[in-house]
């Protein structure tokens, strides 16, 4: 294994956690980097030099930088670990299609919810409740009579759609009509490597 990829990260960030979390389930050396947001680290010259939307998480490998959540996890995937991406033209497209659940209707959906509840963000709450609906639903057919979102083990479409699913009752959002959303998150909870992401605060889109 070559030296340590950096992630730089806020602990409250769902997107952030995407990338550490999936970093540990499949066992790449990495250092996280502490963004102090509340100081306004992100918004430093040196921060936006990494990425100018002034966003975390950011992925710094060697001469590398990736940023977006669900970029990163591809990087790291592709580089690091194969067996969490699917290399087949089916498989990867539907990855590829959790993906796009991820940075859309969840990321309007429960983690706006979870902005409005935790920080009163100005946002509108019931357009939020009823992406995330949207959302949930499309989780709850996907995961029906499945283990995992694709294929028959994990894949960075499961680590994509976690964090802001798993912690959409933050923001309201309950999760007692998705049986088969829970099964999952307690799946997903219970893999080697798995650490959660502090609850109580709102993550930040990236």
């Given amino acids: 294994m070559p030296n340590a990829v950096r992630i730089h990260h806020f602990p409250k960030s769902g997107h952030a956690h995407r990338a550490l979390v999936f970093a540990k389930l499949a066992g790449i050396a990495h250092e996280a980097v502490f ?12 921060f936006l030099a990494m990425n100018p939307n002034g966003q975390v998480p950011v992925l710094e490998d060697g001469d590398v930088v990736v940023s977006d959540s669900n ?8 580089q690091y670990a194969p067996d969490w991406m699917p290399s087949d033209a089916v498989g990867e497209a539907a990855v590829q299609k959790w993906l796009t659940l991820a940075a859309g209707e969840i990321a309007f ?12 963000a100005p946002l509108d709450a019931e357009f939020a409740a009823a992406i995330a609906a949207r959302a949930m639903q499309k989780l709850e057919q996907g995961l029906d009579g499945r283990m995992w979102l694709v294929g028959d083990r994990p894949t960075i479409a499961d680590v ?17 009509p998705y049986p088969n959303v829970r099964a999952w998150i307690a799946r997903f909870e219970a ?16």
Avoid: Q, W
């Fill in 35 to 46: 963004v102090d947001l509340a100081a306004g680290a992100h918004k430093t010259p040196e």
């Fill in 109 to 120: 959906g429960s983690c706006a919810a979870r902005l409005i509840t935790v920080f009163d």
């Fill in 160 to 176: 994509a759609a976690y964090s802001y699913t798993a912690h959409a009752p933050e923001g309201n959002v309950s999760l007692e």
């Fill in 71 to 78: 970029a990163i996890l591809v990087y790291l995937a592709r």
């Fill in 191 to 206: 893999l080697d490597g798995f650490e959660p992401m502090p609850a109580t605060a709102a993550g930040l889109l990236a």
